[in-house]
């Protein structure tokens, strides 16, 4: 094999497990308690976005302004709402194909590492059982800078004391895709080419994807 990755660092929502659903219900309660609604489409804008600012381009799109205090409340309600749906997860929130991923480069010996901005990541793992797959943790409780910021990324290389140019990140948002690639990693993107189109390689989802389909996939691309 031509390429170098010995490393794969996954974002969790919408590329793992599937709580983007869990994301969008919190946040469609919270638009409706402040009087407008908010649709799946518009939902896209806040996928791998801080809190905070999904906040923002919420209240931007209900054109509300709202005082720092009704903020942090509105915050601390969407979070109420989520904790609560995903406090019932089981393995069953994990997304078609992740999990024999996971066990195949265990096997493979290629280190992987989470890289979310969540700060729910560790309820999540819990949940799902899928802690024991990954070498390393990086979530929303240790990163201060959102992507597309290159922050938890490279502190993900740094846990598995990998170069960042020997790890491969997988992304469903677009924000998350630049971060890799600000922080010098190869991509994958998981969704649509008209969202993702910046990434490396493309996959609609996890189910088939394995070792040795990502090692051709890379070792194809122009060096």
Same mark, same amino acid.
Request: with cysteine; net charge neutral.
């Given at each position: 094999?031509?390429?170098?990755?010995?490393?794969?660092?996954?974002?969790?929502?919408?590329?793992?497990?599937?709580?983007?659903?869990?994301?969008?219900?919190?946040?469609?309660?919270?638009?409706?308690?402040?009087?407008?609604?908010?649709? #799946? #489409?518009? =939902?896209?804008?806040?996928? %791998?976005?801080?809190?905070?600012?999904?906040?923002?381009? @919420? @209240?931007?799109?209900?054109?509300?302004?709202?005082?720092?205090?009704?903020?942090?409340?509105?915050?601390?309600?969407?979070?109420? =709402?989520?904790?609560?749906?995903? %406090?019932?997860?089981?393995?069953?929130?994990?997304?078609?194909?992740?999990?024999?991923?996971?066990?195949?480069?265990?096997?493979? %010996?290629?280190?992987?590492?989470?890289?979310?901005?969540?700060?729910?990541?560790?309820?999540?793992?819990?949940?799902?059982?899928?802690?024991?797959?990954?070498?390393?943790?990086?979530?929303?409780?240790?990163?201060?800078?959102?992507?597309?910021?290159?922050?938890?990324?490279?502190?993900?290389?740094?846990?598995?004391?990998?170069?960042?140019?020997?790890?491969?990140?997988? #992304?469903?948002?677009?924000?998350?895709?630049?971060?890799?690639?600000?922080?010098?990693?190869?991509?994958?993107?998981?969704?649509?080419?008209?969202? @993702?189109?910046?990434?490396?390689?493309?996959?609609? =989802?996890?189910? %088939?994807?394995?070792?040795?389909?990502?090692?051709?996939?890379?070792?194809?691309?122009?060096?």
């Amino acid at each position: 094999m031509s390429h170098n990755i010995k490393g794969i660092i996954f974002d969790l929502d919408g590329v793992l497990v599937d709580t983007a659903r869990y994301h969008f219900q919190a946040w469609r309660q919270l638009a409706e308690s402040l009087g407008f609604s908010f649709t #799946e #489409e518009e =939902n896209e804008r806040l996928k %791998g976005v801080s809190r905070r600012a999904s906040l923002e381009i @919420l @209240l931007s799109m209900g054109k509300l302004t709202l005082s720092e205090d009704e903020k942090e409340s509105a915050m601390a309600s969407k979070n109420k =709402n989520y904790v609560e749906m995903i %406090g019932k997860m089981t393995p069953e929130g994990i997304l078609p194909g992740a999990l024999d991923l996971l066990k195949e480069l265990k096997q493979s %010996g290629i280190k992987t590492a989470l890289g979310s901005a969540s700060k729910n990541a560790p309820l999540i793992l819990e949940r799902t059982g899928l802690a024991r797959y990954l070498d390393a943790v990086v979530d929303g409780n240790r990163t201060s800078r959102a992507k597309p910021d290159p922050e938890v990324f490279l502190l993900g290389a740094g846990d598995l004391k990998l170069e960042p140019g020997e790890c491969l990140v997988f #992304e469903d948002a677009a924000a998350g895709i630049e971060a890799a690639q600000n922080a010098g990693m190869k991509t994958a993107g998981i969704g649509r080419k008209n969202q @993702l189109n910046r990434a490396d390689i493309l996959f609609p =989802n996890l189910q %088939g994807v394995t070792w040795s389909v990502l090692s051709k996939k890379l070792s194809d691309l122009p060096r």
